[in-house]
């Protein structure tokens, strides 16, 4: 075929990929050990609601419409339950997948569909009744004492093979509907992962396998926490640690080989999220009860990457409101190989403020559990609240990131953002930037120093920790303050001369244009940049004096 042929018949392929109106799939993507979600080609900020567990039904979508409406959320996280679209064994049944998709657009969000199927929150119950009511073919892992568990054995050949059709299924049947849209734009599979109250499955099978050496993938990857053996079976690498990484294998080999036989019909981003266990436990001590042995917990996530190369993040969901808690896990799942996505975060208004440095550290996206107003609160997890109120300390953060999700997205991928949340000790924090620092602090009045003494009262609603700050470098000397209940000082760097030019408070408008609302001066910049309960943004322009 002559080259021009070629190229005339590459070039009408494109044209009529354009002209069916066929978006580009979403895709990660990875640069200096940043990542982005790229959405239509383009970074995109997933700013998202998750539903309740059971809101996976057409009549119970319009409180979860109106709830992520509330919250300008862009993304609405969804679950699909096996038991909903498989419920006589090889008849599958999509009307809800296809309400939603439908819904969603209407709706004008962006969907994460989340697969509920051998494992939800480590059960079965999301499984069809002929898979719970046929334990021979579907058998659940044994105790030491061969005593049948409430969980799934991740060696049940078969039920890998089962869940591994409907899942396949269900990834064929979304690129049936939405390849041309792409309205669903991640797929988690399975949710949280792993046995409470067992390390690892005891079977026929699995026995065999913890005799076998370490797959080379693994060995080459994850290093032991007491160093044993440089190779050999799972005990005399892994002495202490080697039942739950076993189980880890096992579960993440499961999990990635559906994850991939997903991918090969409809390539979608895909992950895993996870029951988290302590982060500050370091060096971690091995599995005593405490957490979901198998689960892709922060030490693991070697294993997970080793073992499912298909799942692409391994991610946290963040249910301690410790700050020291979950500064620690942003700091352990964010990593060169593995993209910052908070799948769920607590719904309770004290998480609110943790939107900041989430956003801040570069996460392609956070999604608040529970934005969803069926009459359901999951206190003392999560609100005690089922409606606006519970919404709020969520809306006012979002509100401020969605006119600018795309910009956000591309400066967090270029490395140009950082963000923090007022600590539970309310102490001063420091973001530093190349040639520049931003100075924090919180619980101060707007105007005067505290080292005045002129008062010993605290700003109202400021009895708890509320404040956040996200701030993005746009220029050298310029950057996007979004922020709360801070006060935030701009100054050079040590070392350096340098201070604050102008601040201008405003807004993007829907082209993405700056709408300046006002210049802060005088009282407003004299004790640093005071951002009030409601969320502000300015524009600063720094200046270095000749
Ligand atoms: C974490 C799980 O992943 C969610 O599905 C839900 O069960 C919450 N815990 C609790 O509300």
Known sequence: ??????????????????????????????????????????????????????????????????????????????????????????????????????????????????????????????????????????????????????????FGTETLKADKRAFVALMAHLKKIDSAERTVLMVQVENEVGTYGLVRDFG?????????????????RKKAVVPGAASGNWRAVYGDYADEYFHAWAIARYIGDIAAAGKAVYELPMYVNNALRNPLDQPPKPWNKDFASGGPTWDVIDIYKAAAPALDIVAPDIYRPESEQVNANLRLFQRADNALWVPEIGNAAAYGR?????????????????????????????????????????ARVFKMFAPIQRQWAQWAFDGR?????????????????????????????????TSWKMTDKFPAGTEQPGGGVAIAQIGDDEFLVIGQRTRVRMEAAPGQNGFMLRTEQGRFDDQGRWVMERVWNGDQVDYGLNLPAEPV??????????
Request: aromatic share 10%; charged share 25%; hydrophobic share 40%.
């Open 1 to 154: 075929m002559k080259k021009n042929t070629l190229l005339s018949m590459v070039l009408a392929g494109l044209l009529s990929l354009q002209a069916a109106g066929a978006a580009e799939a979403p895709r990660l993507v990875s640069r200096d050990g940043r990542h982005a979600l790229l959405v239509d080609g383009k970074p995109f900020l997933m700013l998202g609601a998750q539903a309740h567990n059971s809101s996976n039904y057409p009549e119970a979508l319009k409180p979860v419409w109106e709830a992520a409406k509330d919250a300008k959320a862009n993304t609405v996280l969804m679950p699909v339950a096996w038991e909903q679209v498989e419920p006589e064994e090889g008849k599958f049944d999509f009307s809800f997948v296809d309400t939603l998709v439908k819904e969603a657009r209407q709706q004008k969000q962006r969907l994460v569909i989340l697969w509920f199927a051998t494992w939800k929150n480590t059960s079965a119950q999301y499984t069809p009744a002929w898979v719970k009511l046929d334990p021979k073919r579907f058998p659940a892992n044994l105790d030491r004492e061969g005593k049948p568990n409430y969980s799934l054995s991740p």
């Open 204 to 220: 026929k099978a699995a026995e065999a396998a913890f005799t076998q050496p370490v797959p080379a993938a693994v060995l080459a």
């Open 354 to 394: 943790y939107l900041y440095p989430i956003l801040g550290h570069g996460a392609i996206g956070v999604a608040p559990f529970g934005i969803d107003y069926f009459n359901y609160s999951n206190f003392p997890l999560g609100s005690t609240s089922t409606d606006r109120e519970m919404v709020e300390p969520f």
């Open 417 to 449: 953002t950082r963000g923090a949340a007022e600590g539970d000790d309310r102490k001063p924090q420091l973001l530093e930037f190349p040639g520049w620092v931003a100075k924090l602090s919180y619980r101060e009045w707007q105007f005067g120093e």
């Open 537 to 546: 943004m300015l524009k600063i322009k720094m200046g270095r004096p000749r």
